[in-house]
């Protein structure tokens, strides 16, 4: 949390420092997704796989808006934490065994991200709503805590984490602006791309936003 109030500072500090020289609009959006990653394997399986539930987070913005395009700055950070009792279901599928005989440990993921998007609205003609195309790259910082794995009491198997693996994402998506007096309200989706070691992680976050 910590790094995201950093984040958003910083993002603040040069928003007032651009303002005085071009057009900048400053903003904050939440966001929910559920991720798709490449998982440790057991037996051919991957008991991580599809047990992550819903991540949700936030950050902030800035809008350089030029004739016809607008270039979007984005910091987000994003977090999820394994359904438990769906995990259990796997690794009790997996080994036979019953699934109230397993417990797990940790395993939460976080993803600290730095985007610059292109934003292409169309439809301008309409009073107040503006739907965009949106397209863009950046830099994706994943941290994942080891994941531990406890049959009747005792530790069975683990899961490394990762810390600070940073790697390069790209993303596309589409949204709709509400243009309101001296505000916007935004609905946006973009798949996303993270290329992580052994294969590419997606997710799709859903982000409502305003910006100022």
Request: hydrophobic share 40%; charged share 15%.
């Amino acid at each position: 949390m910590k790094r995201v109030l950093l984040l958003c500072c910083c993002i603040v500090a040069f928003a007032s420092h651009a303002q005085s020289g071009m057009g900048v609009r400053f903003g904050v959006q939440g966001n929910f997704t559920t991720i798709n990653l490449p998982g440790p394997t057991i037996n051919g399986v991957e008991p991580l796989k599809d047990v992550y539930g819903t991540g949700l987070g936030g950050g902030a913005h800035l809008d350089f808006n030029i004739p016809l395009l607008t270039f979007r700055l984005s910091g987000d950070y994003i977090t999820f934490a394994p359904d438990n009792d769906k995990f259990r279901d796997n690794l009790a599928q997996l080994t036979g065994s019953a699934a109230s005989e397993f417990s797990i440990e940790g395993g939460r993921i976080d993803i600290f991200s730095l985007a610059l998007n292109g934003k292409y609205s169309f439809l301008d003609a309409l009073p107040i709503v503006s739907p965009y195309i949106t397209g863009g790259f950046g830099l994706a910082r994943l941290e994942a805590q080891e994941t531990k794995i406890l049959f009747q009491g005792q530790p069975s198997n683990t899961f490394a984490g990762k810390s600070s693996e940073t790697e390069a994402q790209f993303n596309a998506g589409a949204g709709v602006d509400v243009n309101l007096v001296g505000i916007a309200i935004y609905l946006e989706a973009k798949y996303t791309w993270v290329t992580t070691e052994g294969g590419t992680s997606t997710y799709v976050p859903i982000t409502v936003g305003v910006t100022f």
